[in-house]
């Protein structure tokens, strides 16, 4: 089965790459020669634009934000975010890339990702916050929103 990139994969085709467990949300990609550093591995802080990228494409296909300028969508921000790295990558391995929200509260969630490729290569955290469009403050998580965290990411309140 040929690896289809920049998109969203099925249960069965993450699990060619070794993604252990339930993970709602995944596209594959492949290392590119620019992502590399002087000792021919990925660089550190290339796993946080492709837990970027991934964060951005869930964001959109959950209904979160169309990302537009003009739209009433919530401005979502970071707060902050995490990598653990687990096993180094190098040049031309295929990988993916996976997301889901763990855990919301009333105008926050956590949303972890992890990293696959043959195994598990990196996991990672972000924690996001909902603010109003033009930024003036917090904008409440709709319920509609945590009841979709809850039936497709298996997310839980956070106290």
């Not at 021919?40 to 169309?66: A, K, T």
Request: some cysteine; charged content about 25%; proline content about 4%.
């Amino acid at each position: 089965m040929e690896t289809r990139y920049h998109t969203p994969l099925s249960p069965v085709e993450m699990s060619r790459f070794g993604c252990e467990g339930e993970w709602p949300y995944g596209m594959a990609d492949r290392v590119h020669f620019h992502e590399l550093d002087s000792l021919n591995h990925v660089n550190n802080v290339v796993y946080f634009s492709w837990f970027e990228n991934i964060r951005v494409r869930y964001m959109q296909e959950w209904g979160l934000s169309d990302y537009s300028a003009t739209s009433d969508n919530p401005r979502l921000v970071v707060k902050n975010v995490s990598a653990d790295y687990k096993r180094e990558m190098h040049m031309g391995e295929d990988y993916l890339v996976t997301a889901r929200t763990k855990e919301f509260r009333n105008t926050s969630f956590t949303m972890e990702y992890a990293l696959w490729s043959d195994g598990l290569r990196a996991t990672g955290e972000a924690v996001v916050v909902s603010l109003e469009p033009d930024g003036s403050g917090k904008r409440p998580l709709s319920d509609d929103l945590k009841q979709r965290f809850i039936t497709l990411d298996g997310a839980l309140p956070s106290a």
